[in-house]
T-cell receptor, first 112, second 117 residues
Framework: DAKTTQPPSMDCAEGRAANLPCNHSTISGNEYVYWYRQIHSQGPQYIIHGLKNNETNEMASLIITEDRKSSTLILPHATLRDTAVYYC?????????????FGQGTRLTINP | DTEVTQTPKHLVMGMTNKKSLKCEQH?????MYWYKQKAKKPPELMFVYSYEKLSINESVPSRFSPECPNSSLLNLHLHALQPEDSALYLC????????????????FGPGTRLTVL
């Protein structure tokens, strides 16, 4: 079962920052937080992941609370192409292949 | 090259047919995955291959038979499917191995949309 809770849908105006919350209150110390997104009719796409510290890459920023029970994905300047379903997934630190358990995700709509 | 390719893009088959889905990657990844995604639902893991060996089977019915002939190729053989098996079948790959699952990024293909009549 997915161990995260996300709002089912969100809207954001083009050019504004999109802030997508995720609750993972049962996360354990050996689990990462991963974010993927799925644009309509495409395969999921990796965005970013983190363990304890905040992370930033060319796509997004990930803010993880100090107690690690929740996180926020930030798309700093949303464009229409960012319209997608965003999945927050907790993944254990294990050797070998990774098992992703997708929850329902957040359907983000960027409006012009 | 960070691409995972899947063929065919679309497949329509009858319940008595035998068909195969193909997935290919040339990123040197040693883990490959099959997911099933029904309409308006999230992807669900079916199988995981690590170093060409089946490491995870999520209790998938035997009418789905995976095969990993080499480190770049992953097949999914289909036989005697049911209409409820109609879905988008996604393949993914990741570096796996000593990097550890917690720091592994999966790259997904575009999927094969399967319709069973």
């Amino acid at each position: 079962d997915a161990k995260t809770t996300q709002p089912p849908s969100m809207d954001c105006a083009e050019g504004r920052a999109a802030n997508l919350p995720c609750n993972h209150s049962t996360i354990s110390g050996n689990e990462y937080v991963y974010w993927y997104r799925q644009i309509h009719s495409q395969g999921p796409q990796y965005i970013i992941h983190g363990l304890k510290n905040n992370e930033t890459n060319e796509m997004a920023s990930l803010i993880i609370t100090e107690d690690r029970k929740s996180s926020t994905l930030i798309l700093p300047h949303a464009t229409l192409r960012d319209t997608a379903v965003y999945y927050c997934i907790v993944v254990p630190i294990i050797q070998g292949a990774q098992k992703l358990v997708f929850g329902q995700g957040t359907r983000l709509t960027i409006n012009p | 090259d960070t691409e995972v390719t899947q063929t065919p893009k679309h497949l329509v088959m009858g319940m008595t047919n035998k068909k195969s889905l193909k997935c290919e990657q040339h990123m040197g990844h040693r883990a490959m995955y099959w997911y099933k995604q029904k309409a308006k639902k999230p992807p669900e893991l079916m199988f995981v291959y690590s170093y060409e060996k089946l490491s995870i089977n999520e209790s998938v019915p035997s009418r789905f038979s995976p095969e990993c002939p080499n480190s770049s190729l992953l097949n999914l053989h289909l036989h005697a499917l049911q209409p409820e098996d109609s879905a988008l079948y996604l393949c993914a790959s990741s570096q796996s191995g000593l990097a550890g699952g917690g720091r592994d990024t999966q790259y997904f293909g575009p999927g094969t949309r399967l319709t069973v009549l």
